[in-house]
């Protein structure tokens, strides 16, 4: 039995006695025991009315290896002080904690216990330093509290719902250097095989022609001339990248092997890809061999600003117990393309299905740069197509 069950026993008895001897003191007493398990189950179901959680951090999107600042707040606004009030919360067993009573490790997971000593109607205050080593999502949902036992060593948890969730970005891999002129996969002259426009600069109109998209359409020219106008934009030599990650399966059991390393090396590097196009400011297409919300593989649309660049890293980041899917389908999506694409393949494995669907890229006119992740330091190779033979050039490792 544990200690209520032997509380009400005790009590049980005292009534039975005060019963048959008609002493008021064993009335009291026996009453007193039945009393005191109903008021701590009381005070554990009402607790959460009078005493308050606070959780801060001083950043919510951080990169690896980034200390973060948690500040604990309680607060007792009940007339009953709380000594030795433990809080309890798990974290991912990659998260370093600094400042707690307690930090240990169970089940792939870090445990994390703090002691606040709460006097009445008053606050108390904790700092901890979570250093994440990973990227992925930290999340906090609850925080379970531990108050001073009435009954010997028998505590109750009392959950607290805490809402904390903190990002933690892909560290960029270090890339081999990469000279615009050279090596860029979209190129850098102007040719009648890759004319795009841009946007941004306009340089006049001209006559609808079906399949215009409805945006480029210029109102006010049309309500002038009666007949609908379509915007004409200057030409640009720098067309968007189309950057495609090939992502293994974690385990593959026909070859016994593991790609966790090879696939989080394969996200760092697409991480890189995205600082390098932030900084250069230059526009693409994302594309990935994993399954994204019904659909076969996952795409972000073309983009070059702030904006773009965070949502990318918040994808790459948050891509876990992802679902891989074939390669092929993005490159043959890629190789029906009416117009000349510029392609960055990053994979860790060139097979021949994959030189093949290069060979037909490269036969339609399309340029195709592979990024080889399969060792440490990432290698980048250019593909050339020619009339007489395609060859391929190592350009940086």
């Not at 089940?107 to 700092?127: I, K």
Request: one cysteine or more; proline letters at 7%; glycine letters at 4%.
């Amino acid at each position: 039995m544990n200690t209520k069950q032997n509380f009400h026993v005790i009590g049980f008895l005292l009534l039975l006695f005060a019963l048959f001897s008609g002493s008021w003191f064993l009335w009291l007493l026996g009453g007193l025991f039945f009393f005191m398990p109903a008021a701590q189950s009381w005070w554990t179901g009402n607790m959460r009315r009078w005493v308050k959680l606070e959780w801060t951090c001083d950043q919510n999107r951080v990169m690896p290896e980034t200390p973060v600042h948690v500040t604990v707040r309680m607060h007792n606004r009940s007339w009953l002080p709380l000594p030795a009030t433990w809080l309890r919360l798990t974290l991912p067993d990659h998260v370093t904690v600094e400042g707690a009573d307690e930090v240990r490790q169970s089940h792939q997971r870090t445990v994390v216990r703090l002691r606040m000593d709460l006097p009445w109607r008053q606050s108390a205050e904790r700092t901890l330093i979570l250093t994440p080593h990973k990227r992925g999502m930290v999340w906090i949902s609850e925080i379970q509290t531990e108050s001073l036992p009435l009954f010997a060593d028998e505590t109750s948890a009392i959950p607290f719902p805490l809402s904390f969730s903190l990002l933690v970005y892909p560290l960029p891999l270090p890339l081999p250097a990469i000279s615009l002129h050279d090596s860029e996969p979209d190129g850098s002259r102007l040719s009648r095989q890759r004319r795009q426009e841009d946007a941004t600069f306009q340089r006049g109109v001209r006559p609808y022609i079906p399949g215009d998209r409805l945006k480029h359409i210029n109102w006010k020219a049309t309500a002038k001339t009666g007949a609908l106008a379509t915007r004409v934009f200057e030409h640009t030599a720098r067309p968007d990248w189309r950057i495609v990650g090939h992502l293994l399966p974690s385990y593959e059991p026909l070859q016994q092997r593991h790609n966790v390393t090879v696939n989080e090396r394969t996200i760092s590097c697409l991480a890189a890809l995205s600082v390098l196009c932030r900084k250069r400011s230059l526009g693409y297409d994302l594309y990935m061999s994993v399954k994204q919300r019904g659909r076969d593989h996952f795409h972000q649309p073309a983009g070059s600003g702030k904006n773009h660049h965070l949502h990318v890293m918040t994808q790459l980041a948050q891509i876990n117990h992802f679902v891989t899917t074939p390669l092929a389908p993005i490159l043959r999506r890629l190789e029906e393309s009416p117009s000349r694409e510029a392609i960055l393949l990053v994979t860790p494995r060139l097979d021949e299905g994959i030189e093949e669907a290069i060979g037909r890229l490269l036969r339609r006119g399309h340029q195709v740069a592979v990024l080889d992740v399969s060792e440490e330091q990432a290698v980048l190779r250019r593909y050339e197509s020619s009339r007489i033979a395609r060859e391929r050039r190592e350009i940086a490792r």
